[in-house]
């Protein structure tokens, strides 16, 4: 049986076309996924990101979260000296594998707030369990919460016309990847697009008057459809597809969220990390822009040849998609660190020309 978030009734209303995803009904679109992709880069459009999970991290008498966060994480939480401050960090296993991917917000000592993903849930809860109980922390789901990403480069403005006067107030000096909460409100300059905007938390009750005035203010519903090709435009990765608890960050675009320093930090993978780059590491994530017609989707094969032409090997394709903002088909693929800045991709027996570059493809609305 599949959930529903608070704003189902929302979604069937504004004439969502609803699939399962990850066990929750949600709409992946409503009406053209290309007309909701391009609201979001030119103006302001809003998502449903109720599914995820936020998680209240509390310490106890003489519990230390940010022991307990450096570490269950790679990356390193000391980083955050700010309250609000967020962060972005894999949490692994043993062996380097990527358990899920996230987003810390520093709050104060003694309380720091998680988002993980919905179709990881119960895996991150019990891992997050299982590691906590020596550093005194508690750690408390906030399934009494909504969430609504409003994103765009009108997104801000759009949103201010109707959030809550104190609510405004406290979000308008914020800076990208800073958080703040307000009473049982939180919004955090975060978002999952590649654009401006802010990731409301409200109580569940409130949610559908929230929606309902967004929407009034111009600020269109979007679905899963363009949640997905803004991300992978933007260069985002998907857990499931461009990572898994089988790839570890160093083949998944991810090395720049693992800190290894200090040195005396230990967390869990740390040990198969420094292994697999003492080793040296063959694979890397890279974009691809087909050059001709065609789509490029995930699991594709790609063989890779470096600088002089040479067949160095074959990778996968993780994500691939039709580009709306650059009218061209795009990827990201796990490929031999050997290849250079052409390939070819087999779909349907042919092989067909691509060009690897950067896997990020538009930011801020711009192609990169």
Not at 54 to 63: F, Q, T, Y
Not at 127 to 142: C, G, H, L, P, S
Not at 181 to 199: A, K, L, S
């Amino acid at each position: 049986m599949s959930n529903k978030t608070v704003l189902f009734d929302k979604h069937v209303e504004y004439k969502g076309k609803i699939v399962d995803f990850a066990g929750w009904q949600m709409p992946v679109n409503y009406g053209s996924q290309i007309d909701e992709h391009h609201q979001v880069r030119n103006d302001a459009g809003m998502f449903d990101v109720s599914h995820m999970v936020i998680i209240d991290l509390v310490a106890r008498e003489g519990g230390d979260i940010k022991a307990f966060l450096q570490y269950l994480l790679a990356n390193d939480v000391a980083k955050l000296q700010q309250p609000g401050k967020a962060l972005y960090s894999c949490m692994l296993n043993e062996t380097g594998g990527v358990i899920d991917d996230l987003i810390v917000y520093y709050m104060t000592d003694d309380w720091y707030r998680v988002v993980i993903n919905a179709g990881t849930r119960e895996k991150d809860l019990a891992w997050m369990n299982k590691q906590v109980a020596r550093f005194n922390v508690d750690i408390k789901e906030r399934d009494d919460l909504a969430m609504i990403a409003v994103q765009g480069p009108e997104a801000r403005t759009k949103a201010f016309e109707v959030l809550p006067l104190d609510v405004v107030e406290a979000a308008t000096p914020l800076k990208r990847f800073f958080g703040t909460g307000c009473g049982e409100w939180f919004v955090g300059r975060t978002g999952y697009t590649g654009e401006d905007g802010f990731e409301i938390m409200l109580p569940g009750s409130e949610a559908a008057a929230l929606w309902d005035k967004l929407a009034g203010s111009g600020i269109k519903p979007c679905g899963l459809g363009a949640r997905d090709t803004l991300r992978l435009e933007a260069g985002m990765n998907l857990y499931g597809s461009d990572m898994t608890e089988e790839t570890s960050p160093l083949i998944s675009g991810l090395g720049w969220t693992i800190a290894l320093e200090p040195a005396e930090r230990d967390f869990i993978g740390r040990k198969a990390l420094e292994s697999e780059k003492a080793g040296g590491v063959k694979q890397k994530l890279v974009g691809l822009v087909l050059e001709g017609r065609g789509v490029l989707r995930g699991h594709q094969k790609v063989i890779a040849r470096d600088g002089s032409g040479q067949i160095v090997g074959e990778g996968e394709i993780t994500s691939g998609t039709f580009s709306p903002s650059l009218q061209r088909s795009i990827a990201l693929a796990r490929v031999p660190v050997e290849i250079g800045d052409s390939c070819e991709v087999e779909i349907r027996g042919k092989h067909l020309k691509a060009s690897v570059v950067k896997p990020v493809f538009v930011r801020d609305g711009q192609a990169v």
